[in-house]
Every structure is written in structure tokens, then in C-alpha cells.
């Protein structure tokens, strides 16, 4: 299994991102797929979530309202849409797959790990 992430970089504050990740070796449809992140010094921390088929989603607190997950079955592709980013923000965020049927915010609950691509956002 691959989790290939991508689109990070530097951004200013209020400025947008759109995070990509693309999975390989697994049936995507049948995994929720969530983002999380882990900032320098800090453990990884619950972004957001999605279900098999995209209808249902859940986000952490800190970045509701702000960003927005979806998927592309067809393309094997979970996205991170990224809106006002705060220097807080700043991460290496991970796409992450789990066999699940529920919503799940620890990460130890996840079966699959990408890299991480990096965001930056500066004040």
C-alpha cells in the first residue's frame, strides 16, 4: 500500500492550499480516509476525515469552517482543500487510510500512513 501526499508549500496567512493524496495497493472505496498533521515539537493531531463514499465528514475543531475534505473514488484521490490558513497551521500533514466503518480522530486507529508533505504559512 501507498499513500503518495502532495501540494504543500509555503503560503502566506489567509492564503490557500490544496492538499492531494493518492492511494495504491488497496480497494480505496472500501476506506474512510482522514488528514492528519504534527508541527515541529507537537504530537500528530486529527485534521479532518472522510467516508467511503464522501458523504460524510468530520474536522477537528481548530480548522472547521476553514477546510474541507473530499475524495475521488474514481481517481483513488483524498483532497485537502485549504482555506485562510493561520502560521498555526504550519505542519507536515499526512493522508492516512482506515478499514473501518466509523469515524475515527486517533491515529493509532489508522491502518496506512503517507509521508507527509510539508505546509508553511507565514505571518
Known amino acids: 500500500v501507498q499513500l503518495q501526499a502532495s501540494g504543500g508549500g509555503l503560503v502566506q496567512a489567509g492564503g490557500s492550499l490544496r492538499l492531494s493524496c493518492v492511494a495504491s495497493g488497496l480497494t480505496f472505496r472500501n476506506y474512510y480516509m482522514g488528514w492528519f498533521r504534527q508541527a515541529p515539537g507537537k504530537e500528530r493531531e486529527f485534521v479532518a476525515t472522510?467516508?467511503?463514499?464522501?458523504?460524510?465528514?468530520y474536522y477537528a475543531d481548530s480548522v472547521k469552517g476553514r477546510f474541507t475534505i473530499s475524495r475521488d473514488n474514481a481517481k483513488n484521490t483524498v483532497y485537502l482543500q485549504m482555506n485562510t490558513l493561520k502560521p498555526e497551521d504550519t505542519a507536515v500533514y499526512y493522508c492516512a487510510a482506515d478499514a473501518s466503518t466509523m469515524v475515527h480522530t486517533s491515529y493509532g486507529e489508522y491502518d496506512y500512513w503517507g509521508h507527509g508533505t510539508l505546509v508553511t504559512v507565514s505571518s
Open positions: 472522510v467516508s467511503w463514499s464522501g458523504n460524510r465528514t
